[in-house]
């Protein structure tokens, strides 16, 4: 008998994937992370991950499977490691993926470090991918989940080869459909409950309040100006805007008009065609690969820029500065810096970087 972490975030999801674990005969506690304090970002209500109905949703599973149940306070690893790190990234110019850096920093960061402060021997979430050891190459491969609608390795590309040795993902092999009905079936009072679309602390959907509450300071107005420096007006200030936005402009032109890049060092947007969206390649850092030690070597890949992009075909290599370079067969619309770029073999994750730079 082994001992599991379940990380319960009050969803059906983690609440599903806690009763396949124990139903697997392993000894489990369920485990709810509370993240973040709403003053820490202007927040005035409770919302998803820390909110009382969710813990208390998570404690009934548990209560109900027999299981211990903790709430691990993980606010300063949170504030530091990611809603520092978005910040960071919107005043830069740049449009982040925290979920991204929540998985890497706190489910699969601080969530194993507890796990091994109490002797445990795995962590589960109900994340949608799989994990697979691979005995011919010795190394543990990460696979996207079986419902290609719900999959979710593309934000789990992080995941270092000694994380993904502690880690189960029971949902991989299964539907969001399958998983609703074993959760009625088990009666779990989460068993309706809507999936959360938001970032969980950005619940309605404005970073803008978000960075500003953090900062303490309102964001400086700046130029709109077209790819020759021409200016076409103001604008409100650059972390309202992301590459490819043409809603919320708020700008008179003859013509349809979106966000082609944003220069933060002259706190200027720049403004073009939708034709001026479309990049060939891009260079990416932070890399980490998973199904191999380098790209020395170019290799055909499939890559997805952004979650709910459709991966497209590509050639992905590392430069000598370990720097991550794809180029697209066909020019790929919105490339963003800040988001992530994830290579895919087949149904395997290759790896993945942040994209600091586009290429033609």
């Not at 005995?135 to 543990?140: M, P």
């Not at 719900?150 to 270092?160: A, G, I, N």
């Not at 997805?304 to 991966?311: A, C, S, V």
Request: glycine share 10%; hydrophobic share 35%.
């Amino acid at each position: 008998m082994e001992r599991a972490i379940i990380a319960m975030s009050g969803g059906v999801d983690s609440s599903v994937a806690a009763l396949l674990t124990k139903q697997a005969g392993d000894e489990c506690i369920g485990v709810t992370m509370k993240l973040y304090h709403n003053e820490d970002v202007g927040v005035e209500r409770q919302t998803a991950c820390c909110s009382l109905d969710d813990v208390e949703d998570a404690r009934a599973v548990c209560r109900r499977l027999g299981m211990r149940f903790y709430v691990f306070n993980f606010t300063d690893c949170f504030k530091e490691t990611v809603i520092g790190r978005f910040v960071d990234a919107y005043l830069h110019g740049r449009t982040p993926n925290p979920c991204i850096d929540c998985n890497g920093y706190l489910k699969f960061g601080k969530l194993l470090q507890r796990m091994r402060e109490l002797q445990m021997d795995y962590v589960v979430t109900g994340h949608y991918a799989r994990v697979e050891y691979e005995e011919l190459s010795g190394r543990y491969l990460l696979k996207k989940g079986l419902d290609e609608s719900k999959d979710q390795s593309y934000v789990l590309y992080m995941l270092t080869q000694e994380q993904l040795a502690h880690i189960r993902l029971p949902l991989g092999e299964l539907t969001k459909d399958e998983v609703r009905r074993i959760a009625r079936e088990n009666d779990f009072v989460n068993a309706g409950k809507r999936d959360s679309q938001d970032i969980c602390f950005v619940p309605d959907g404005d970073y803008a309040k978000v960075i500003e509450a953090v900062t303490g300071e309102i964001s400086r107005p700046g130029e709109f100006v077209d790819r020759t420096g021409k200016v076409l007006g103001q604008h409100e200030g650059i972390i309202h805007y992301t590459i490819g936005q043409r809603r919320g402009l708020r700008l008179a032109a003859g013509e349809r008009m979106y966000v082609t890049d944003i220069s933060p060092d002259d706190n200027r947007v720049v403004l073009g065609r939708n034709e001026d969206l479309f990049h060939t390649g891009l260079v990416a850092e932070q890399v980490n690969l998973i199904a191999c030690d380098s790209l020395a070597e170019p290799m055909r890949v499939m890559a997805k820029i952004r979650y709910r992009h459709r991966e497209q075909p590509a050639i992905a290599w590392q430069a000598a500065d370990g720097g991550l370079h794809v180029r697209f067969d066909e020019p790929q619309r919105a490339v963003t810096k800040g988001q992530a770029v994830v290579l895919y073999d087949g149904d395997s994750v290759v790896g993945g970087g942040v994209i600091c730079g586009i290429e033609d």
